[in-house]
């Protein structure tokens, strides 16, 4: 029950009857695409959105690409990918400037999904980033306290609120904003409105008036992530009706796959500008549609984690460390030179989100990986003398006083690395054995920068 | 007589059936006319049944937002029962699709809509859920209505997080003339609640409804301090809280699924509040939180106004859901006949 399949594990199956076969067939690629659509719809997307997606995916795929590819799954997955994030990508998050100031930015959206927190945070993001100095206008008449909410988010972010309270029309509130705007020589006015329903007439015809009266550079959607597949009606009604320019995509500190992302991009064609990161106010960050591509296929970022070991890692390098594995002779050298590798790669807790399913799992998601203490692990290896390096069991206690020493770290932490590094060479003997014998056992020790 | 008909004369009793059923037929009316004119559109189009025809079928439902595994589930008993039949006509199954329908949401009998109210002394009733789907405006309504009932009904703010929300309460408490107990934001919710249920009591309230701040389901601190608040209340009040409604708005899609089933492992959910159903919300995911995780729909948002918020009635909301397409079949048979 429940279990939300990514698609690599969808496309399992398939590939297993595939390769029996030796070969792809049009309905092998036709197989595929069903675990496509499905891995899709159960992310959310929109069926219609899903149907002219695969379409395409199916072309691709049926031509030269997945069919005479030796590994015809990962070939999917790739081309599933690219066409994901060529339709979600393009444009960098940027927000408009009006020629004259003050510049106007209207956030729109259904009730509940996130308008004010949004609003408070794109203030922020405006002073911290740009240097710019906004209003805020609390022109929710409608829900209860909405006007408080934005006033006490004012409050913690120092910045002026404009209210007129609840018995003045939106319109007439949004007018007086700007004007005081002006006055006060603040650049940007951030009209946040009440949440309504698309379908509301009254209250859209409300919007627009709003629009026609403050000419905003910006009108954002503000969309639930975890919206289903509702999403593209309501993306698609609020841009006709009013012409938006941006969506910003709430919640996604969640555990939803987002596929509302791509209904509405797809639907709207308006680029999704930022995402809604967490509850605090500066949690709102840039849209990454590599990152949403993945995440709505059920899988970490796999492909540039591949990418960037390819490009860094020396093939012949890592076939010598193989064997090294294998004989048990790896040593301090190999360490260091795998070190730098990795860390050529980039941040460690980087590579580590990119793995799949490493947000799920339990002491993982919340790894904090310090490159400070790997620089010490490093400087510990140096410290070492040649011979230290390749047979590490000469190490005495005099030894690793010096090193200790050499290193400007304590005994203790020598101690440990040679610890690890034993434990270390224990595990890849085991795991060269089980390469042998195929079987899978034992965990992973911990690593000694963890 | 058809099972839809049975339907229909089950809620043209009472005048009072009747209201509800035209709030139902009327709040769902965007819902209804956009499944079931895809529907119609189905059986309309397809001559017999076909590999297309379930694909489509399977399109309609899961632009419903019904669950993914509740939809594959029933497309899969829905061929079972064409094999057994032996047909390949899409109207053999069009009925069958109904009663599938209302036997999901009404199916088993011990999974009442009732709320569970003590006939004395104190009901507490706790209400959980992510951020934004309409915790706060559930609880003033509901207040509303006890309120109405005569019963003495009071407060408890334990959203003590999200800026603003201390005063959104304070104000559905003005305007129903209710208690509202409460902290200054940024406290100990537990605290909060402790307060409000020593309150209650001493007050001789008979419900106390506590409203909580949203969380995401995945942010495991958020999730047990939820548990810390529940404790707190089954601490003071033995058998408390009587209910635990996990308010879900209707527009969401899959991930209502994950969070029931992380809500209800945390705090033991007793029944689902489908808010915003009114709108285009299909809120089919409704059906599969009942099918998959057993926890039944309580109450209904239909719209905006104080008695908007409906008791839920798995019949009337297929009826709702079905109407439309059903009528018009009901009085095409009716001129055959005729003729």
New interface residues.
Partial sequence: ??A?EGLAERLQGTMQKIRGKGKVSESDVKEMMREVR?AL????V??KVV?QFVKKVSERSVGQEVMKSLTPGQQVIKVVKEELTALMGGEESRIGTAKRPPTVIMMVG?????K?TTTGKLANLLRKKYNRKPLLVAADIY???????????GK?LDMPVFSMGDQVSPVEIAKQAIQKAKDDHLDYVLIDTAGR???DEGLMDELKQIKELSSPEEIFLVV?S??????V??AESFNEQLGITGVVLT?L?????G??ALSIRAVTGKPIKFVGMG?KLDALEQFHPERMASRILGMGDVLSLIEKAQTNVDETKAKELEQKMRTMSFTFDDFLDQLGQVRSMGPLDEILKMLPGANKMKGLNNVQVDEKQIGRVEAIIRSMTKDEKQQPEIINSGRRKRIARGSGTSIQEVNRLLKQFEDMKKMMKQMSSMQQKGKKKGGMPKLPFM | MSFFKKLKDKFSGSQEQEQTTEKYTEGLKKTRSGFSEKMNNLFARYRKIDEDFFEELEEILIGADVGFDTVMELIDELKLEVKRQNTNEPEAIREIITEKFVDIYAGDDEMSSELNIQDTGLTVILFVGVNGVGKTTTIGKLAHQFKTEGKKVMLAAGDTFRAGAIEQLEVWGERTGVDVIKQTEGSDPAAVMYDAVRAAKSRGADILLCDTAGRLQNKVNLMNELQKVKRVIEREVPEAPHEVLLVVDATTGQNALIQAKTFKEATDVSGIVLTKLDGTAKGGIALAIRKELGVPVKFVGLGEKMDDLQPFDAEKYAYGLFAQAFEQKESESADETAE
Avoid: S, W, Y
Wanted: glycine share 10%; proline share 2%.
């Fill in positions: 029950m429940m939300f499905l719809l159960e992310a959310d929109n069926f149907k259904l009730q509940g999904a996130g004010t829900r209860p306290a909405a006007i408080k909410q934005l006033e006490t988010l913690q329903l698309h379908i639930d975890m919206t289903g597949q509702d999403a009606n309501v919640k500190d969640g555990d939803t796959r596929g509302a509850e």
